[in-house]
Every structure is written in structure tokens, then in C-alpha cells.
């Protein structure tokens, strides 16, 4: 039996990264990106928000019109990154499947990170194929592309961090890496680049030290320094910090909110429903308990076997590791209740920090996994589990979508139109995911459609002042019942209800001037002027 243990020691050593660790992050990779390549419409609630900026930023038709109703901002907006891949894939494949593409990206990619910085924090790779609940987590539902993308480079980095920081030769290359690192980071989001810096000490610090000195090693960490001060530059000359995020709504008023924080009793449960709860039914979350039974079993596994060691080990570099991984735990729980959970029309906050948390709570156990195969079977089951629910689950939300196709077909090109979203809830997620689908029309007609984040201060898509829209009030997408087509007529061509019960026309136009109605598709109603407009 000894001999037997030392066999499936020396075939999954962190060191090596063997061809079936490669071939299973692969596969990982496919289940991961299919969910959501296999279907028109996906149940992430800013994704639509995300689909109309990157129409404006990629351009189009010119009868959209979309110079007429947008200027571009880049210089004012910290998520650059993800907006500008998009845009530039947008231009080959339209917005709609350049941001499908980045998300599925992105999902894709979490494996692989993880299982890299595993292998350079002195883990066993294969908890790579442990993330797949993380990678479908609750951020990638809300839609947060930016984040998201961010927290996998800062994932990355980290596992390069981890190796550059004791290497022997130091060069001009690995500055320069890690700056780029560094500027990427930012450009996804500002909390990874925040927590990422703090990172950078850490490692430096609690790092071994028999190759090289604590002050040398403190050095190579100012290679976070770009990206830091890209955010200074940024801090200080953003509307986003004078004006808060709705500021373009609400002026400066914004900024007179205060930070608000939640009891930590309440924090304490939203990092758990943050984790896993993005369904009305348990799917997602059985396979999250999953993802945690196999973190369990692995660090019990590695206790029994090494006498207590799964979270050091015995070498002075996985003992390292170890400290490493448990001070940016605690400081990830620590701040995630610090900080505010909003501030400055932001939120939310303090909660982001699970999404960085668990992916350093998965590369605790130490060292390699006893029987590797069973743990690559494990991992690849979890991953399959996670593709069939969010599969299953994204089916059924193109049933309750319904045929927005043929609404987006009646409405011509270039227009402005106004979307009222009565049935905003979703019978599937458990967020408002029709919320935002004013925006599938500016990605297949142009033109402008409410309610937009040209809006907010921090988007890169801003509203030309000659063409803007009438202002509504704050929120008002949550509110479509207030809508006051009296005050708005001159300005809307079209006007798109999604009710689940066909409002009449009497309660969106509340008597003043009705447009005719020109199509219903399911839950959806379209009401437009016949004949040509300006």
C-alpha cells in the first residue's frame, strides 16, 4: 500500500502538469462556455446593458444613427477591458454574441486559472475542476462582465505573482509583465486591482526567503504599481468620485449619500446566498455543495494522510503558501465586512469579496491529491453537473423570454424607443431579468432605447446632449407605471411593454394621444407611429 501511495504522489506532483490535467481542464473548458453559447437569451441581468454599450462603441449601420444619439467617454470609465474586446469582436459577430463570447470566455477560463496558481502556490491542479459552481456564481448573473473578468486576471496574476516572487533572475521582462498585469486588472475593475495590490505585500512578505531577501522581494511588488496609479489618475479625475455613479441623473446630489453598511448578521447571509442562490429552485445550489463536499474531502484526505499537514505541508515553500493563502482569506472575509455594502449609487460592495474569496478557499488543501484520477472523475462530474442545471435552467428562460425576434424585426432602424417593463421577474432566476431588455434593441436597430446605462457616470456610452432623451426620474425602470407618455410624445417613435398581461393602451398612455399598436408576440407589445418620423 506505501508503494501504491508513493506512485499517486509522484503522478499528480503540483510540479508536473500532466497531459490528463490538460485534457480535463479542456473539457472543463467546453462544458463551461456551452451554456451559454447555446442560447439566444441569457438570464444575466446587466448582460443586455452590456450588449447595447458595446453597439455604440463598435459602431454600425449608418442608419442606426448612433453618432446623432451617443458620444464616447473612454477616458471616464475603469472598465475599458472587457468593453473594448467586445467591441472589437462585435464588429465580426454583433454585440449580442461578442458579449456572449466574453462571458463564455471568461467562464471557460476559471479552470485554467485556478489550476495554474494552484500549481505555483504548491497545489495539486486538479482543484481547478472545482470552480465550475464559482464560474456560474451569482456576480455572472447580475451580469457583472467586468468584474468577473477582473477577478479571474487577478486569479492569474496572483499564481504568477506567487512563483516571480522568489525567482532567482529578476529582469526587465517580469516588470513589465506584471505592470501589464497590473493595467489589465484595473481595466476589468477597481476592486481586484484594490485587493490585488494588497496581495502583492503579502505575498512579498510572508514569501520564504532563502533565495531572495525580504527587501528585494517588497521591490519586485512595485511592479502593482501602474495599475495603481492608473487608478489614482482615475480617482482624481473621474465624475464618478464628484458626482457618484448616477450622477448624470441626479448631478452631485449623488454624492451627498452616505456609505451604508448592513448588520453583519445580514452580510454574513448574503455572502452565503452570493455564493449559490441565483435560482428559484435548488439546482445551483446543489451543485455549490457539491463544489464544497469535494474541498472538504480533499482537505480531510490530505490530514489523515500527511499527519495533519493539508494546509502547510513539509517544505518551507508550501508552508509559505500556506501562511500566504490563509492572510489573504481572512483579509477577503475582513473586508468583505469593512466595507460598504454602497456608496455613491454602487452596490454592491463588500459582497464582491466572496467572488474572490472562494477561489482561495479551493486551493487549501496542500500538496498532491491521493488517487488523482478519482479526482479528476470528481472534478469533471462536478463541471458536467454545473453545465446540465444552468443548460436546463437556460432552456426554459427562452420559453418565458418569448418572441422578442419578431418585435425586434417591426422596429426600423435608427428609432427611439421607449421600453416599459411591467413583468420584469423572471419565473427561473430569482432576479429581474427582463429589467434591462430595452437594450436588444440598440443592438439590432440602433437608435436609442430606454432605460440605458448611458446614464450612469461610470459608462463609456453617454448620451449626446442634442439628442438625449427627456430625463425620467431615478430608478424609474423600476417603476414603469409612472411613465408619463403626456410629457414624452414629441420625443418616442416606439413604445415596447412587456406584460405578462397586455396592459391596454389606456394605463402606458393614460388617455394622451395612444400609439397605434403594431405587433403582439407573447408577453410583449409594441405601439409605434405608422409612416416616417425625424
Same mark, same amino acid.
Given at each position: ?188 475593475? !477597481?476592486? =481586484? +486591482?484594490? @485587493?490585488?495590490? &494588497?496581495? #502583492? ?5 510572508? *514569501?520564504?526567503?532563502? $533565495? /531572495? %531577501?525580504?527587501?528585494?522581494?517588497? !521591490?519586485? =511588488? +512595485?511592479? @502593482?504599481?501602474? &495599475?495603481? #496609479? ?5 480617482? *482624481?479625475?473621474?465624475? $464618478? /468620485? %464628484? ?292
Amino acid at each position: 500500500m506505501a508503494r501504491l501511495d508513493e506512485q499517486d504522489s509522484v503522478r499528480c506532483t503540483p510540479a508536473v502538469w500532466t497531459s490528463g490535467v490538460t485534457r480535463a481542464l479542456a473539457i472543463a473548458s467546453v462544458l463551461l462556455a456551452a451554456p451559454i453559447l447555446a442560447f439566444d437569451y441569457i438570464p444575466f441581468l446587466d448582460l443586455p446593458q452590456q450588449v447595447g454599450a458595446v453597439a455604440v462603441l463598435a459602431g454600425g449601420d449608418p442608419s442606426w444613427r448612433l453618432h446623432d444619439y451617443y458620444d464616447i467617454e473612454l477616458l471616464g470609465s475603469p472598465y475599458l477591458l472587457p468593453y473594448l474586446v467586445a467591441a472589437g469582436l462585435a464588429k465580426v459577430v454583433g454585440a449580442v454574441v461578442a458579449v456572449k463570447l466574453l462571458f463564455a470566455a471568461t467562464a471557460a477560463a476559471w479552470p485554467w486559472a485556478l489550476a495554474y496558481t494552484a500549481k505555483s502556490f504548491g497545489r495539486d491542479p486538479r482543484v481547478g475542476l472545482f470552480i465550475a459552481p464559482i464560474a456560474y456564481g451569482t456576480f455572472a448573473f447580475m451580469g457583472f462582465l467586468n468584474f468577473v473578468v477582473a477577478v479571474v486576471l487577478w486569479l492569474a496574476w496572483l499564481g504568477w505573482w506567487r512563483k516571480a516572487v522568489t525567482a532567482r533572475d529578476w529582469t526587465w521582462r517580469p516588470w513589465a509583465f506584471g505592470g501589464v498585469l497590473s493595467v489589465l486588472v484595473f481595466y476589468g475593475h !477597481v476592486m =481586484a +486591482l484594490g @485587493f490585488g495590490a &494588497g496581495c #502583492a505585500v503579502v505575498v512579498a512578505v510572508l *514569501a520564504e526567503g532563502d $533565495v /531572495v %531577501g525580504l527587501k528585494k522581494r517588497l !521591490v519586485r =511588488a +512595485l511592479h @502593482f504599481v501602474p &495599475g495603481v #496609479a492608473l487608478f489614482a489618475v482615475w480617482a *482624481a479625475l473621474s465624475p $464618478v /468620485v %464628484g458626482e457618484g455613479d448616477i450622477g448624470r441623473m441626479r448631478g452631485i446630489d449623488s454624492v451627498a449619500t452616505p456609505a451604508s453598511w448592513d448588520p453583519p448578521l445580514d452580510t454574513a447571509r448574503e455572502l452565503v446566498e452570493f455564493s449559490a442562490s441565483m435560482y428559484k429552485d435548488s439546482g445551483d445550489e446543489w451543485v455549490f455543495a457539491a463544489m464544497v463536499a469535494l474541498l472538504v474531502a480533499a482537505m480531510a484526505t490530505k490530514k489523515w494522510r500527511q499527519d495533519g499537514r493539508w494546509w502547510r505541508g513539509s517544505d518551507p515553500s508550501t508552508r509559505a503558501s500556506g501562511g500566504i493563502l490563509a492572510a489573504l482569506q481572512a483579509s477577503a472575509v475582513v473586508l468583505a465586512f469593512v466595507l460598504p455594502e454602497s456608496y455613491l449609487g454602487i452596490w454592491p460592495i463588500g459582497t464582491r469579496m466572496v467572488l474572490l474569496l472562494w477561489p482561495l478557499l479551493l486551493l487549501s488543501p496542500a500538496g498532491p491529491l491521493r488517487r488523482p484520477q478519482v479526482w479528476l472523475a470528481a472534478g469533471l462530474a462536478l463541471t458536467l453537473a454545473t453545465s446540465a442545471v444552468h443548460a436546463e435552467h437556460f432552456d426554459r428562460f427562452q420559453d418565458e423570454v418569448g418572441d422578442l425576434d419578431a418585435v425586434l424585426q417591426r422596429i426600423e432602424p435608427g428609432r427611439r424607443t421607449m421600453t416599459l417593463v411591467y413583468d420584469r421577474d423572471s419565473t427561473i432566476v430569482r432576479w429581474p431579468a427582463f429589467m434591462h431588455f430595452s437594450q436588444y434593441v440598440v443592438a439590432a436597430k440602433g437608435g436609442v432605447a430606454e432605460f440605458s446605462f448611458a446614464n450612469f457616470t461610470k459608462s463609456p456610452v453617454r448620451y449626446a446632449e442634442i439628442n438625449a432623451p427627456p430625463t425620467n426620474p431615478i430608478r424609474f425602470e423600476w417603476t414603469p407605471h409612472l411613465f408619463q407618455w403626456k410629457e414624452q410624445d414629441h420625443y418616442w417613435d416606439y413604445v415596447l411593454v412587456r406584460d405578462g398581461g397586455l396592459p391596454r393602451p389606456g394605463n402606458v398612455f393614460k388617455g394622451h394621444k395612444p400609439l397605434p399598436e403594431l405587433l403582439r408576440a407573447g408577453p410583449w407589445v409594441l405601439y409605434g407611429r405608422k409612416g416616417e418620423t425625424d
